[in-house]
């Protein structure tokens, strides 16, 4: 193929790049924080980043930690997996993810990278800490894989969970 298609999260746009002339056209805009896209018969796949205690969802109508899907030409939007409501509901790290107050510890969804494979999309999600599948069929979900969580002396040390939440509630304020 002679095109690329790339996100630009700071502008929310996904533009197709011509890869022989260097033209460039704005395909889909105004998502928030798109991070990541791939293409696959004649359909763009948009995951959008963000889903934790960094502040409320933008006022796009598209929740935080989503996947959307889009026709080639970038009409019809529409919300294709809903990335947070997975993580919320099957947790595969297993980390702890909310303190005793109830705020998280830190991003619960935050995919950043996607691509589409012979087993469907990959999504890398950093604050998930895991690889997602997602069947771009179905939209079903499932858990790929799961890197082990870090076992450095200082996040293992006691009171280290509390230190992290009071550091995170200071940069939100």
Known sequence: ???A????SDTGEITAVNLKTGAQRTVISGLPSPSGVATHANKIFVVLGGGGPEGPPPPTGYPP????VANKDGTGVRVLADLMAYELA???DGQVQFDPSGQPYDALSNPFSMTYTRWGLLIADGG???VLRMDPRTGKVSTYFVPPNARTPEC???GADEVHVAAKRRVRE
Do not use: C, G, I
């Open 1 to 3: 193929s002679t095109r």
């Open 128 to 130: 998930a800490n895991d």
């Open 5 to 8: 298609v790339v996100t630009e």
């Open 156 to 158: 293992l040390a006691p």
């Open 65 to 68: 930690a989503s996947l959307l």
């Open 90 to 92: 099957h947790n595969p």
